[in-house]
């Protein structure tokens, strides 16, 4: 299965300011997941990012705040947007429908 | 839709005991994948293992394996020997392959193992 690098790790960021999170695939994949995490919580999908084309957003989530690129089959990055407490969770990209990467801790102060 | 239900939301056991982890689902589809994910206080989703719908002999991955009971709908983990590192979350989770379909998730079991 595929192999994800995911950056960064963990971030503590003030409210108003965004984070850009990347994840890098060892392989072409066609489509990437983004899900949230919030503190003891299950992950909630975000958006599906497939390349060439504009990500699909679930119920909830909006591009304003949760923008994605998907600029080639191996690379995807995911902005929290003027980010608020409520915005601290984990956030897990993934890739083959069931491979995650490492997941980034963000904590918004 | 898919739904997953994990019914116990805590669970403990004593090192080197066995326990098992339930987990129950709804689908219309034939063919899919189910998991159980470790996530320990480090944030990441381990696969620990897969059942492939068709396949009728349940998983095993060492000491961790799988009752899968299809016409039931059920798919519990059983962990034997418990160790202390085996305490985490454990998510049970739905991958249906009618199409490119997300993950469905449970909403986890937090397991503590007790020395």
């Known amino acids: 299965s595929a192999v994800i690098s995911q950056k960064p790790s963990r971030d503590i960021c003030q409210r108003g300011t965004s984070l850009t999170i990347q994840c890098q695939v060892d392989?072409?994949?066609?489509?990437m997941f983004w899900y949230r995490q919030q503190p003891g919580q299950s992950l909630t999908l975000i958006a599906t990012?497939?390349?060439?084309?504009?990500?699909?957003?679930e119920s909830g989530f909006v591009i304003d705040k949760f923008p994605i690129s998907r600029p080639n089959l191996t690379f995807s990055t995911l902005t929290v947007s003027n980010m608020s407490p409520e915005d601290s969770s984990i956030y897990l990209c993934?890739?083959?429908?069931?491979?995650f990467g490492s997941g980034t801790r963000l904590t918004v102060v | 839709a898919q739904t997953v239900t994990q019914s116990q939301p805590e669970m403990s056991v004593q090192e080197a005991e066995t326990v098992t982890l339930s987990c129950t689902y709804d689908?219309?589809?034939?063919?899919?994948?189910l998991f159980w994910y470790k996530q320990p206080p480090s944030r990441q989703m381990i696969l620990v293992i897969r059942?492939?719908?068709?396949?009728?002999q349940n998983a095993t991955e060492n000491r961790f394996s799988v009752n899968f009971q299809k016409a039931a709908k059920s798919f519990s983990l059983k962990i034997s020997d418990s160790q202390l590192g085996d305490a985490a979350m454990y998510f049970c989770?739905?991958?249906?392959?009618?199409?490119?379909?997300?993950?469905?998730f449970g909403k986890g079991t937090r397991l503590s193992v007790i020395a």
């Open positions: 993934s890739v083959d429908g069931y491979t």
């Open positions: 392989s072409q994949v066609t489509m």
């Open positions: 990012a497939n390349q060439g084309s504009e990500a699909t957003y």
């Open positions: 689908t219309s589809e034939s063919d899919y994948y």
């Open positions: 059942q492939e719908a068709y396949k009728q």
């Open positions: 989770a739905y991958f249906g392959l009618s199409g490119n379909t997300p993950l469905v």
